[in-house]
């Protein structure tokens, strides 16, 4: 094969590749271009940007680059958002091990993570996420509520387990044929007042919104400083 022949081949070879990956991956460069807006945002200090980038990145289902997951942890340390930001670094070690590009910085913000974690661990006001606790707006944080009896499903009435709601309770007498009795349980009616409201199709029970903790998370990063005029 001569030189001019080997060259067109490197041609249609080059030319064919280009076009094979643009058909097979064509969303490469969506990637690329989101893990290129990411880290600029992250270089100007724009974290917001580079998270809200992050997540399109996530939610678009596309096969995440290897670094992303380190970049991201190091974005959500940023934001204060500290269990998330450590989850996403375990991930980053987790798939690569020693061989990271940024596996000397994964490290470091492994430790940077130590402190800011602790502190959520031992506050009372903030969630495992370290989002400030704000009193439920249902229950005014009484934990418990007047609510539709959950039992009943505010019917008020329910049926009869005992004669699965017939009225009637059937026996075989000695002679193997079957006697009928009116159920003594709900004297033939097959329904019963509902054991749990009495009827007021109303209950007394824990809050659904809060489940019952009378609190829930805002999206306030907590300070885990008591405020003064906090009640
Ligand atoms: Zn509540
Ligand atoms: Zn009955
Ligand atoms: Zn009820
Ligand atoms: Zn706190």
């Given at each position: 094969m001569n030189f001019k022949s080997t060259l067109k081949?490197?041609?249609?070879?080059?030319?064919?590749?280009?076009?094979?990956?643009?058909q097979i991956l064509p969303n490469l460069g969506q990637t690329d271009r989101w893990m290129k807006g990411a880290t600029a945002a992250m270089e100007r200090k724009d974290y917001e940007?580079?998270?809200?980038?992050f997540r399109n990145l996530i939610d678009s289902?596309?096969?995440?680059?290897e670094e992303m997951p380190y970049l991201f942890a190091e974005t959500l340390f940023e934001l204060g958002q500290y269990d998330n930001s450590s989850n996403f670094l375990k991930k980053y070690l987790e798939l690569?091990?020693?061989?990271?590009?940024?596996?000397?910085?994964?490290?470091?913000l492994e430790k940077r993570l130590e402190?800011?974690?602790?502190?959520?661990?031992?506050?009372?006001?903030c969630d495992r996420n370290g989002y400030r606790f704000e009193t439920c707006s249902t229950c005014q944080g009484k934990?418990?509520?007047e609510q539709e009896c959950n039992y009943c499903k505010a019917k008020g009435i329910i049926g009869c387990s005992r004669c699965a709601g017939t009225g009637m309770i059937t026996k075989k007498n000695i002679f193997n044929i079957i006697e009928y009795?009116?159920?003594?349980?709900?004297?033939?009616?097959?329904?019963?007042?509902?054991?749990?409201?009495?009827?007021?199709l109303k209950e007394l029970s824990a809050c659904r919104t809060c489940s019952g903790s009378g609190k829930i998370s805002s999206e306030l990063i907590c300070n885990h400083k008591e405020l003064p005029h906090e009640h």
């Open positions: 081949l490197l041609i249609l070879f080059l030319l064919l590749g280009g076009s094979l990956e643009a940007t580079a998270n809200s980038i289902g596309l096969p995440l680059p690569t091990g020693f061989n990271g590009d940024n596996y000397e910085g994964a490290k470091e402190g800011p974690l602790k502190e959520i661990q031992a506050c009372q006001l934990q418990q509520l009795f009116e159920c003594e349980r709900c004297s033939g009616k097959g329904r019963l007042t509902c054991p749990e409201c009495n009827g007021s």
